[in-house]
């Protein structure tokens, strides 16, 4: 009677925890041996957890989606792919990835966190072209996968956080160029949190500049990869969050992306907070006003249709 009672129990507790075992499959980018632009090599992945409780993946040669598919009784039929960030030297995959696919199904939207290759002249040939291979990869297995994931395929948006905001920004305005171009790889919205823009000295962050262009930067690859100068009006709406005292990834580089769409009249929503500094997440304890952007990402996505 004590095992049926348990059995029982467990029946009975198990939607409960449906939400809790939200990423239901790993898929690889690219068929094994068809990875393109890959060099044969010895790195090997490595994950760590930091003091701060944060995910660090690096060495990533083999590039993966995890998927975390909204509820059927909640799902709204939009999805976004997440770039977690990290100069393109890690991927800060936790409270930049998983964190924020669970936040996303619980209100309905479908989540990929994208485990995308870092930029190393050890392991590929023209590093640079790497990540956005990757991301318009992403983009189209999202899209070809649409059905089976109950999703619609005109509501799959991008987001992106400090080196992570650049791919996503490099998604939006890149997609219709360069090796892998293709429509089905355009986000229909990007969502940049305190994103690296520009790789202009006077706005780049030297690190995820020299990380992602390596042996062969150039001024026409740091002008090709300096978002604000690739818009259109073709871009994608977008979401931008930036605090003023970033000392990381300064503030300029969203107002750049910001008037960049503005001036061809895209859509884009702008939050500037005077405190909170860099890489925080939803980790806002402490940092004044900063506290309410997910809160404001929320209503836009409300606004935008993507939330009922």
Same mark, same amino acid.
């Given at each position: 009677?004590?095992?049926? *009672?348990?059995?029982?129990?467990? @029946?009975?507790?198990?939607?409960?925890?449906?939400?809790?075992?939200?990423?239901?499959?790993?898929?690889? =980018? #690219?068929?094994?041996?068809?990875?393109?632009?890959?060099?044969?090599?010895?790195?090997?992945?490595?994950?760590?957890?930091?003091?701060? /409780?944060?995910?660090?993946?690096?060495? $990533?040669?083999?590039?993966?989606?995890?998927?975390?598919?909204?509820?059927?009784?909640?799902?709204?039929?939009?999805?976004?792919?997440?770039?977690?960030?990290?100069?393109?030297?890690?991927?800060?995959?936790?409270?930049?990835?998983?964190? !924020?696919?669970?936040?996303?199904?619980?209100?309905?939207?479908?989540?990929?966190? =994208?485990?995308?290759?870092?930029?190393?002249?050890?392991?590929?040939?023209?590093?640079?072209?790497?990540?956005?291979?990757?991301?318009?990869?992403?983009?189209?297995?999202?899209?070809?996968?649409?059905?089976?994931?109950? $999703?619609?395929?005109?509501?799959?948006?991008?987001? /992106? !956080?400090?080196? &992570?905001?650049?791919?996503?920004?490099?998604?939006?305005?890149? !997609?219709?160029?360069?090796?892998? *171009?293709?429509?089905?790889?355009?986000?229909?919205?990007?969502?940049?949190?305190?994103? $690296?823009?520009?790789?202009?000295?006077?706005?780049?962050?030297?690190?995820?500049?020299?990380? @992602?262009?390596?042996?062969?930067?150039?001024?026409?690859?740091?002008?090709?990869?300096?978002?604000?100068?690739?818009?259109?009006?073709?871009?994608?709406?977008?979401?931008?969050?930036?605090?003023?005292?970033?000392?990381?990834?300064? $503030?300029?580089?969203?107002?750049?992306?910001? =008037? *960049?769409?503005?001036?061809?009249?895209?859509?884009?929503?702008?939050?500037?907070?005077?405190?909170?500094?860099? &890489?925080?997440?939803?980790?806002?304890?402490?940092? &004044?006003? @900063? &506290? /309410?952007?997910?809160?404001?990402?929320?209503? #836009? @996505?409300? *606004?935008?249709?993507?939330?009922?």
């Amino acid at each position: 009677m004590k095992t049926i *009672a348990r059995m029982l129990i467990a @029946l009975s507790l198990s939607p409960l925890l449906q939400p809790v075992m939200a990423q239901t499959e790993t898929i690889n =980018l #690219w068929p094994e041996g068809k990875v393109p632009n890959s060099k044969t090599n010895t790195i090997q992945e490595k994950s760590e957890t930091d003091a701060q /409780g944060i995910l660090r993946i690096s060495g $990533v040669t083999v590039p993966t989606l995890a998927a975390y598919i909204a509820p059927k009784e909640k799902a709204t039929g939009a999805a976004v792919v997440i770039c977690p960030g990290g100069g393109y030297g890690i991927l800060a995959a936790s409270h930049e990835g998983s964190d !924020f696919a669970k936040w996303f199904n619980e209100r309905g939207i479908t989540a990929f966190v =994208l485990k995308y290759r870092l930029p190393s002249d050890k392991t590929m040939e023209h590093q640079h072209e790497v990540p956005l291979m990757d991301a318009m990869q992403a983009m189209k297995l999202v899209r070809q996968n649409a059905k089976k994931w109950n $999703v619609d395929v005109s509501k799959i948006g991008i987001m /992106g !956080f400090s080196a &992570g905001g650049h791919l996503a920004a490099t998604l939006s305005t890149h !997609f219709n160029m360069g090796p892998k *171009a293709s429509e089905e790889a355009k986000p229909n919205f990007s969502i940049l949190i305190y994103p $690296v823009i520009s790789l202009l000295p006077e706005l780049a962050h030297a690190g995820s500049r020299d990380n @992602l262009l390596g042996p062969e930067k150039s001024e026409e690859l740091i002008k090709y990869y300096s978002n604000e100068l690739q818009v259109t009006d073709k871009t994608p709406p977008a979401f931008l969050v930036h605090a003023t005292d970033d000392n990381g990834v300064p $503030v300029e580089n969203s107002i750049a992306y910001y =008037l *960049a769409l503005k001036k061809v009249k895209v859509p884009v929503e702008m939050h500037l907070y005077p405190k909170g500094g860099h &890489g925080y997440g939803m980790r806002t304890e402490g940092k &004044g006003s @900063l &506290g /309410g952007w997910p809160a404001a990402m929320e209503g #836009w @996505l409300k *606004a935008m249709g993507y939330i009922k």
